[in-house]
């Protein structure tokens, strides 16, 4: 069973205190449960991350000020890299670890006992936990470089070590193709409806969905070492072929049920909330509307759907990124994004489509042209906000725009989408920057430090397991949002 008592993220350990002279049975509620089902672990564990990937809340992601989708209004602290003051790495941290793994440790511990999976389904039951787990890792990592790993969630361990970026990153790609060797798809995952990313209680609803998401974090984690491991992505790449997304309606994603606390956290931040923190960047704006970048004169068909007009303007007008605003003088987040039941994203189709796009330019023989899948992920991406096909299109048809003609490298082009279609997946989108290095971002003049390419680690790291921080933080070359990670080297 999941237990909530935290003392930061290391400090996985838990007190207790019993009285010892007393029979077994003295304060023992005999109809309270004894230990938790699986799903509802799972169930848990899957808001937690999505919610963490896509959350606007400045307190624990503020990604979107980082790639400058968004500006602060009236305080601009966390656009400008202030992570400490409201303990950013730590909330982000915290809530992968102890909110997400734990309990996808929990649920591992409980499936082959839990008499609410039926025994033909927990093999893939089991691996369903797996390629969450996976996820919450490689996105520690591509956060941190080098985490507790094989020392974390050990109750009896307040202090695990840190274990080496690289090494964990290869075993998390290992343990994945041993999870997508497993998952049966004649069978159920198992969690049927109590599954909140890919519900349903046949195979066609659920495995096969949970395996096309496992193959597109294979290709998508290939990606992530391509500059340092070409050989092995490319090998990684090429397995997944025919075995991916084809469409936005096989995206993963978990959409909220519109009843709070189970609405998505967008509109949690921006409705529920009563308050107005946000506007557009003048650097993402501009670039939809086509006044700035490689695709100057067009203007992009999701600029409706990504923001509102400016209320005293009625034009789209985007605010001065690390600065405060004056909140209806520039255009503010869209209505869509304001949904109870927007789903938050782990992996869009459009997204799959660009991957494989790039997947295609480095060598990788994953069929299809490069041109080919950028025009399907660009035109996924429009078509996943609203859009249509014929709006697709024209975009496309655009010079400046199609990919024969479009200005830069593949990394730029590619790149330069990938950072327009990922506008709800911030985490996702930060990871993709850092990758391609485009598009080209700066930290404005009052920044604390330059555009951070790592989070630096929590502070109670430092205090409760000093030792095991120290070593890390050496080892990846000082704990500084500076620092690359091990795969960042271009």
Not at 285 to 291: A, E, I, P, Q, S
Request: proline share 5%; charged share 15%.
């Amino acid at each position: 069973m999941k237990k909530t008592i935290l003392l930061g993220l290391s400090a996985l350990g838990l007190t207790t205190s019993c009285v010892s002279n007393f029979g077994n049975g003295y304060n023992v509620d005999p109809k309270s449960a004894t230990s938790a089902l699986s799903y509802g672990l799972v169930s848990n564990a899957e808001r937690s991350l999505v919610r963490t990937v896509v959350s606007a809340n400045v307190n624990t992601n503020p990604l979107r000020f980082y790639v400058q989708y968004w500006a602060a209004t009236d305080y601009p602290a966390e656009s400008r890299y202030d992570l400490n003051t409201r303990a950013i790495p730590t909330a982000f941290w915290n809530a992968l670890y102890r909110d997400c793994l734990r309990d996808l440790r929990e649920a591992k511990a409980t499936i082959p006992t839990d008499v609410t999976v039926a025994d033909a389904n927990k093999t893939n039951a089991l691996q369903v936990v797996e390629v969450l787990e996976i996820y919450t890792w490689a996105t520690l990592v591509e956060t941190f470089g080098n985490i507790p790993y094989t020392d974390a969630l050990n109750f009896s361990n307040s202090r695990p070590k840190y274990d080496d970026q690289t090494v964990i990153y290869n075993d998390l790609i290992a343990r994945l193709d041993v999870a997508i060797g497993k998952f049966n798809t004649s069978l159920p995952s198992g969690f049927g409806s109590n599954d909140l990313i890919n519900p349903g209680t046949t195979a066609a609803a659920t495995t096969a969905q949970w395996l096309k998401f496992a193959n597109a974090l294979k290709l998508r984690m290939a990606l992530v070492i391509a500059d340092v491991n070409p050989t092995k992505a490319k090998a990684m790449a090429e397995a997944t072929v025919g075995k991916l997304p084809t469409s936005n309606a096989e995206a993963t994603d978990l959409t909220f049920n519109g009843t709070f606390p189970n609405t998505n956290p967008l509109y949690e931040d921006l409705v529920r909330s009563g308050r107005a923190d946000f506007v557009g960047a003048s650097f993402f704006v501009n670039r939809l509307k086509g006044t700035a970048g490689p695709t100057t004169g067009v203007v992009d068909p999701r600029l409706d759907d990504y923001f509102t007009t400016a209320t005293n303007t009625s034009t789209y007008v985007g605010g001065v990124y690390g600065s405060t605003n004056v909140l209806d003088d520039f255009s503010q987040p869209g209505t869509k994004l304001r949904a109870q039941t927007l789903p938050g994203v782990l992996m869009s189709y459009a997204q799959v489509e660009l991957m494989l796009a790039e997947a295609v330019e480095r060598g990788f023989a994953v069929t299809g042209t490069a041109a080919s899948h950028y025009n399907a992920g660009v035109t996924a991406s429009i078509t996943e906000w609203g859009g249509t096909a014929a709006e697709a299109n024209t975009y496309l048809a655009q010079p400046s725009v199609a990919y024969a003609t479009a200005a830069g490298t593949y990394k730029q082009k590619i790149g330069y989408q990938y950072w327009l279609a990922l506008y709800n997946q911030p985490t996702e989108s930060w990871t993709q920057w850092r990758r391609l290095d485009y598009p080209q971002l700066t930290a404005p003049t009052t920044a604390f430090s330059a555009l951070p390419v790592r989070f630096v680690y929590p502070v109670s790291e430092q205090n409760i397991n000093g030792e095991n921080y120290t070593q890390a933080a050496a080892a990846i070359g000082g704990d500084l949002v500076t620092t690359k990670l091990f795969w960042d080297k271009l």
